[in-house]
């Protein structure tokens, strides 16, 4: 099939996305926190430290659902910045093109494709990472009493502003990239990115278990004969679809809506937050957060053979090297549940 131009369209890709800033930091650091929201949300805390440990026993959907979104709102910022949505939006395009060609989850549909072509703009400012607007917004999620998986990915954006006013004091010491310290032109030219992105891709993260928000993350559903949930398993590229033992598909990540971005826009949009960010609607986040699914599982994901030994990706493996991380992680990463490796044999005259 599709190997050949699936593997031309991901490697054209590569500059991009690895100059992704990293995320894998805030949702371990989220991971080892949710005591954060012990007296403030009890019920919300309760339920992350349950979903942490009961997710798969208990095969509870929502466990899995709470964990999930409060990861990806782990990282969820960082996606709204312009140049990421930027990002997203080319990989998106580059698949597009050959959609043809193209099973899902890489298959992308003309509404995806559609969405993202307008941008979601925010106030200028702090944009994304406006930590009194996110703050408002736990709040008003929290009066409404909602469910904790619809509350969880405003809960993880929250923390992730959090995470990055920390962030400020402590990389300014380390890299001179700090709000702080830093001068004028050396912000204006971003003359340390590369130097820091070298740094981050090639050196030891102390993240102790990427597993931990690595597997909720990408985990899906299969259901057995009477529609329950009969396990959850590793899948790839996308953050949730809901597959049957015996492999055939009920709904895919792009078919979906999802309660808990119904709620993040909701609050966004309330009168007591008020905050004003253009072209934010629920089909549009979705449909950036899927390419942000193919985007991130490049960066952290797993082989379809070597799950324990790959997980974490890029990030976890400093001592992979380009060469590596192109021919041979990106070739076999995958799920048991696509018929088909993401990225397949290598094509001839690419050797
Ligand atoms: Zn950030």
């Given amino acids: 099939m599709k190997s050949s131009t699936t593997i031309l369209c991901i490697i054209s890709l590569m500059p991009i996305l690895l100059s992704a800033h990293d995320m894998s930091l805030h949702m371990y650091i989220g991971s080892q926190t949710f005591d954060v ?8 805390y309760d339920s992350l430290v349950s979903a942490q440990t009961w997710w798969e026993q208990s095969r509870s959907l929502h466990r899995l659902s709470t964990l999930k979104f409060y990861y990806i709102g782990l990282t969820l910022p960082d996606l709204l910045r312009p140049a990421a949505q930027d990002t ?5 395009n580059k698949l597009y093109e050959e959609s043809s060609n193209l099973c899902d989850p890489l298959k992308i549909t003309e509404t995806t494709h559609n969405l993202v072509q307008a941008d ?3 106030p200028t400012g702090t944009n994304s990472h406006n930590l009194e607007k996110l703050s408002a917004m736990v709040h008003y999620a929290k009066d409404q009493h909602w469910l904790p998986a619809e509350k969880a990915l405003i809960y993880g954006a929250y923390m992730h502003a959090l995470h990055d006013m920390y962030a400020t004091f402590m990389q300014a010491s380390r ?3 700090g709000k702080c310290y ?4 050396a912000l204006k030219y971003d003359i340390l990115r590369y130097g820091e992105l070298y740094h981050e891709l090639f050196s030891q993260t102390y993240i102790g278990n990427w597993e931990v928000f690595v597997r909720p993350l990408y985990a899906s559903p299969l259901l057995n004969s009477a529609n329950q949930v009969d396990t959850f398993y590793a899948d790839a590229c996308n953050f949730l679809r809901i597959i049957s033992v015996s492999g055939q598909i009920y709904t895919v990540w792009q078919d979906t809506n999802f309660v808990a971005v119904q709620r993040f826009v909701e609050a966004a949009n309330s009168s007591s937050v008020g905050w004003s960010i253009q072209n934010l609607t629920q089909e549009r986040l979705e449909s950036y957060l899927h390419g942000w699914a193919i985007l991130t599982f490049l960066l952290y994901g797993y082989s379809v053979d070597d799950y324990a030994g790959t997980v974490g990706g890029i990030y976890a493996h400093p ?7 192109r021919e041979v992680f990106w070739w076999n990463i995958g799920s048991a549940y696509t018929q088909w490796r993401i990225i397949n044999d290598l094509p001839d005259e690419l050797e």
Avoid at 37 to 44: A, Q, S, V
Avoid at 88 to 92: A, C, D, G, S
Avoid at 182 to 185: G, K, T
């Fill in 319 to 325: 001592d992979w090297g380009f060469t590596y991380i």
């Fill in 120 to 122: 979601m703009i925010f």
């Fill in 88 to 92: 997203v939006r080319n990989i998106l």
């Fill in 175 to 177: 890299f001179g990239y």
């Fill in 37 to 44: 929201w012990r007296n403030y949300d009890p019920e919300f």
């Fill in 182 to 185: 830093d001068s004028d032109s």
